[in-house]
């Protein structure tokens, strides 16, 4: 008789320090960007012993928020940036709120004064998880050693699952130094933080009734397509090359649709083609297709395609009708609602 058992989950004593760099080594993370400070000298010490993680130094902490950045636009994956306390973490202010509002994954360490100096106004001190609360997609101060590899873990889940976005993670010196028992991502639960992927069945029928039954659509697509995987680009592809209907796109949604073709409009907005803001203004059907409505696109919100029907795919419940209204939402993944 075979007995099945439960795999056990590898747990290691290590200092804080040590737990940052296996979290990120665990990850998948090969490069990392950052600007040494004192209060992160002990990750910077641990990372010395790991010649695979490739470590950019910047000259200024937002070039190391703006590089990660652009490492994960360039590839896909989750940026991260590693910066000390106080002004190093509010010099990734800017960076942090590029990447929310551009939907960009990217985990930010910071270092903090030791615990007990926390809110006496110590040297380097800021109230880092308060200044980003309302720029990141999430924020953590990490007090316990014990929980420090499942934030890590869990910061990496949050950053890069639904739209993704900075998730910040402020780390004491004192923790950097303390030693703990470090978890495995194996063996950390997943938080209750599961956006919707899948479209709704009645949404999709519905969207197919407006496309069978339009004159004159036109597909607005944005950085959503973009940031769905190759996948969606390609499934964008297939439903132009079957129904015939001209493409724009945001900034953010450039490159998900090859500007060579003979039905690509271009970019929208104010800093767009003619030919794609006529083209959205006249259609009697727009499918925005990851993009939100970009005040820089609509321009006055009563005068922007005002005879059209809207259909809006985004993974951002939020999104949706927060700026036009619309009629058929459909709350899901690009690639999984084309």
């Keep these: 008789m075979t007995v099945k058992t439960r795999k056990k989950t590898e747990t290691r004593l290590m200092t804080g320090a040590e737990m940052v760099i296996e979290a990120l080594r665990e990850q998948g993370v090969d490069v990392l960007f950052g600007y040494p400070g004192g209060a992160v000298l002990p990750i910077y010490d641990a990372l010395h012993s790991a010649p695979?993680?490739?470590?950019?130094?910047?000259?200024?902490?937002?070039?190391?928020?703006?590089?990660a950045e652009?490492?994960?636009?360039?590839?896909?994956?989750?940026?991260?940036?590693?910066?000390?306390?106080?002004?190093?973490?509010?010099?990734?202010?800017?960076p942090i709120t590029d990447a929310m509002m551009?939907?960009?994954?990217?985990?930010?360490?910071?270092?903090?004064?030791?615990?007990?100096?926390?809110?006496?106004?110590?040297?380097?001190?800021?109230?880092?998880?308060?200044?980003?609360?309302?720029?990141?997609?999430?924020?953590?101060?990490?007090?316990?050693?014990?929980?420090?590899?499942?934030?890590?873990?869990?910061?990496?889940?949050?950053?890069?699952?639904g739209r993704p976005g900075p998730v910040v993670i402020d780390v004491p010196k004192d923790v950097q130094f303390a030693n703990g028992t470090y978890v495995g991502k194996d063996g950390v639960h997943k938080p209750t933080y599961s956006p919707r992927i899948q479209p709704q069945p009645e949404a999709?029928?519905?969207?197919?009734?407006?496309?069978?039954?339009?004159?004159?659509?036109?597909?607005?697509?944005?950085?959503?397509?973009?940031?769905?995987?190759?996948?969606?680009?390609?499934?964008?592809?297939?439903?132009?090359?079957?129904?015939?209907?001209p493409v724009t796109s945001t900034l953010m949604g450039l490159g998900a649709f090859p500007a060579s073709h003979k039905d690509w409009l271009g970019m929208v907005g104010?800093?767009?083609?003619?030919?794609?803001?006529?083209?959205?203004?006249?259609?009697?059907?727009?499918?925005?297709?990851?993009?939100?409505?970009?005040d820089r696109v609509t321009g006055r919100i009563d005068a922007f395609s005002p005879n059209s029907k809207k259909l809006h795919i985004d993974i951002d419940p939020s999104s949706i009708n927060k700026i036009v209204r619309v009629d058929v939402p459909i709350v899901a993944n690009c690639a999984s609602a084309l």
Excluded: W
Excluded at 70 to 94: E, I
Excluded at 209 to 228: E, F, H, M, W
């Design 52 to 67: 695979e993680l490739q470590h950019v130094l910047v000259r200024h902490e937002q070039g190391a928020g703006h590089a």
């Design 70 to 94: 652009g490492y994960a636009r360039s590839t896909g994956k989750c940026g991260v940036a590693l910066v000390t306390s106080g002004p190093g973490a509010t010099n990734m202010v800017t």
């Design 102 to 161: 551009d939907s960009i994954p990217m985990v930010v360490i910071c270092g903090q004064v030791p615990t007990h100096l926390i809110g006496t106004d110590a040297f380097q001190e800021a109230d880092t998880t308060g200044i980003t609360r309302s720029c990141a997609k999430h924020n953590y101060l990490v007090t316990d050693v014990d929980q420090l590899a499942r934030t890590i873990h869990e910061a990496f889940h949050i950053a890069t699952s």
């Design 204 to 245: 999709i029928a519905a969207a197919a009734d407006l496309i069978t039954r339009a004159k004159r659509p036109v597909l607005y697509t944005g950085g959503g397509v973009i940031n769905s995987g190759p996948r969606a680009s390609e499934l964008l592809r297939q439903l132009q090359k079957e129904t015939g209907i």
């Design 270 to 294: 104010m800093h767009g083609s003619f030919e794609a803001n006529n083209a959205m203004h006249d259609c009697d059907l727009m499918l925005c297709v990851g993009a939100r409505f970009d």
